[in-house]
């Protein structure tokens, strides 16, 4: 399981939706400063408060959604790559000790 891969899906919906939503959002203004009820000033104002919002709100998504799937694969049983990194060494170790026993046996 590639956690990396996950975790970029997982951004990628976030930063979509909010992508969607700032759309959204920017439709309404226009519509209102259209029909009069909120002059351009105010909807720039809005607009700007809105994005700075969403883009706070988007790194703390972030944050929250890596520590949770963390916490999840490791949950699951998931190894980390540094413990697999520490398997393949000793492995690596085991297969050197096993070839200098065969070698000495046949020698």
Known sequence: ?????????????????????????????????????LDPEQAKTIMDDMVKQFKSEQGHWEANMQRQLRNMLQDLGVARQSEVDELRGRIDRLERQVRDLENKLWR
């Open 1 to 37: 399981m590639d956690s990396n891969n996950w975790m970029q899906q997982l951004l990628m919906l976030g930063i979509g939706t909010t992508s969607i939503v700032a759309d959204k959002v920017r439709e309404v203004s226009d519509q209102l400063v259209k029909d009069g009820k």
